[in-house]
């Protein structure tokens, strides 16, 4: 079964006439990159046929030459939507916490990527400072995560001067996390000093 077929044309130089082109190398990079991801000759006729090819952004070649870029999507293709991890640590933080029985943690079913993270601090005066970190390890391990060994993303909240700020946000983060199959997921805070109070942290997990 064919996934793509096209005609395998290129712009003849100096003119807008479309030349098709037999049996001349048709090459599909992943948009943007030198990543090729499948190449055929064309036929007696200028028809190109790749038999697999994921579904995906692609920048088409014909002998070298970038003649398109296309979406491609199979039809059996189906994309499972993004899960929101919400975490909630509330009143006043005083001291480090790590994985605890208190604290949510998420199991991966599947392989997955963490694709944005957004953390709220409801308060912050000016001499409060934490960290807020995202864990993982595997799911049943033997210990609890601790932010030493298992954090893979960090986040510090301080204001650093001032009066008390309420509803601090950073700028949303988008650190494309990795996580494989029976991951567990949690997160942890490292404290510094008194001050912050209502953290919530929100991680937007897109299955791979």
């Given at each position: 079964?064919?996934?793509?077929?096209?005609?395998?044309?290129?712009?003849?130089?100096?003119?807008?006439?479309?030349?098709?082109?037999?049996?001349?190398?048709?090459?599909?990079?992943?948009?943007?990159?030198?990543?090729?991801?499948?190449?055929?000759?064309?036929?007696?006729?200028?028809?190109?046929?790749?038999?697999?090819?994921?579904?995906?952004?692609?920048?088409?070649?014909?002998?070298?030459?970038?003649?398109?870029?296309?979406?491609?999507?199979?039809?059996?293709?189906?994309?499972?939507?993004?899960?929101?991890?919400?975490?909630?640590?509330?009143?006043?933080?005083?001291?480090?916490?790590?994985?605890?029985?208190?604290?949510?943690?998420?199991?991966?079913?599947?392989?997955?990527?963490?694709?944005?993270?957004?953390?709220?601090?409801?308060?912050?005066?000016?001499?409060?400072?934490?960290?807020?970190?995202?864990?993982?390890?595997?799911?049943?391990?033997?210990?609890?995560?601790?932010?030493?060994?298992?954090?893979?993303?960090?986040?510090?909240?301080?204001?650093?001067?001032g009066s008390t700020v309420y509803r601090y946000m950073p700028t949303p983060a988008t650190p494309n996390l990795q996580l494989s199959a029976n991951d567990a997921v949690t997160i942890g805070q490292d404290h510094v000093a008194d001050g912050v109070g209502g953290v919530t942290a929100e991680l937007i997990v897109?299955?791979?």
């Amino acid at each position: 079964m064919t996934d793509y077929s096209d005609m395998a044309t290129r712009v003849a130089q100096d003119s807008d006439i479309v030349r098709i082109i037999p049996g001349k190398l048709v090459q599909f990079f992943i948009s943007g990159t030198a990543t090729l991801q499948a190449e055929a000759n064309a036929d007696i006729y200028g028809r190109v046929n790749i038999t697999t090819l994921p579904t995906g952004k692609y920048d088409v070649k014909v002998d070298g030459q970038i003649v398109k870029t296309i979406q491609h999507v199979l039809a059996n293709h189906t994309h499972q939507a993004d899960h929101t991890w919400t975490f909630f640590v509330s009143g006043a933080i005083t001291g480090d916490m790590n994985e605890a029985n208190i604290q949510k943690v998420f199991a991966v079913a599947a392989a997955a990527k963490i694709i944005g993270i957004k953390v709220i601090a409801e308060r912050i005066t000016n001499t409060g400072d934490v960290t807020i970190h995202v864990l993982r390890g595997s799911a049943g391990g033997g210990s609890v995560l601790t932010c030493a060994s298992n954090s893979i993303w960090s986040q510090r909240l301080y204001v650093g001067g001032g009066s008390t700020v309420y509803r601090y946000m950073p700028t949303p983060a988008t650190p494309n996390l990795q996580l494989s199959a029976n991951d567990a997921v949690t997160i942890g805070q490292d404290h510094v000093a008194d001050g912050v109070g209502g953290v919530t942290a929100e991680l937007i997990v897109r299955p791979d």
